[in-house]
């Protein structure tokens, strides 16, 4: 069974940093692109980020480009996402996804339960 | 990157058929054959209904069907059932970045 486990949310001031965390588990993670998309309070989903299988591609909303950097560690099957500077704006439900296949243009299938990331002084 | 076109809100009563529409450019919905589609209920995920245009996931019921002209693509309900009732949002990929959203659509049965 396909297990997404977030971790890492919290309250942030403007400026500052976090990292989130993704535990996956029940499929080979290393042959998967990952997904981080977030979901502001009463908003749709917005896409952040997604990384290659190997790491070795990243891509990234304009909004976030800059400013957060995605990560994987397949040894331990985690995705990351390193978030700097952190505006009100990015207030919202982090969510981890993994897409359907092993295609770069499969869309996210499973999620996370999410990590909420609220950023207020 | 701009979001995609949806209408905010669509109602149908039960046993009727509504379709959901999503516009995009070039660029995503109209360039590429992967635009999908999710249901979300309130405080819950996304679920996956329809990908690349037409295919449905397996155990996703026959009465979701999608398709695409242009740079629109659609998401029909037929037999529309009360929990059916949720917000729908369709997604495409792009060359500009990889992926965007649409701005979702609130489904009510009537």
């Known amino acids: 069974e396909v297990q997404l486990l977030e971790s890492g949310g919290g309250l942030v001031q403007p400026g500052g940093s976090l990292r989130l965390s993704c535990a996956a588990s029940?499929?080979?993670?290393?042959?998967?692109?990952m997904s981080w998309v977030r979901q502001a309070p009463g908003k749709g989903p917005e896409w952040v980020s997604t990384i290659g299988g190997s790491g070795g591609s990243t891509y990234y909303a304009d909004s976030v480009k800059g400013r957060f950097t995605i990560s994987r560690d397949n040894s331990k099957n985690t995705l990351y996402l390193q978030m700097n500077s952190l505006r009100a704006e990015d207030t919202a439900v982090y969510y981890c996804?993994?897409?359907?296949?092993?295609?770069?243009?499969?869309?996210?299938?499973?999620w996370g339960q999410g990590a909420l990331v609220t950023v207020s002084s | 990157q701009s979001a995609l076109t949806q209408p905010a809100s669509v109602s149908g009563s039960p046993g009727q058929s509504i379709t959901i529409s999503c516009t995009g450019t070039?660029?995503?919905?109209?360039?590429?054959?992967?635009v999908s589609w999710y249901q979300q209920y309130p405080g819950k995920a996304p679920k996956l209904m329809i990908y690349d245009v037409t295919h449905r996931p397996s155990g996703i019921s026959n009465r979701f069907s999608g398709s695409k002209s242009g740079n629109t693509a659609s998401l029909t309900i037929s037999g529309l059932q009360a929990d059916d009732e949720a917000d729908y949002y369709c997604i495409s990929y792009t060359s500009s970045t990889l992926w965007v959203f649409g701005g979702g659509t609130k489904l009510t049965v009537l």
């Open positions: 029940g499929f080979t993670f290393r042959s998967h692109a």
């Open positions: 996804a993994k897409p359907k296949d092993t295609s770069m243009v499969s869309p996210p299938d499973y």
């Open positions: 070039r660029s995503d919905v109209g360039g590429y054959n992967y």
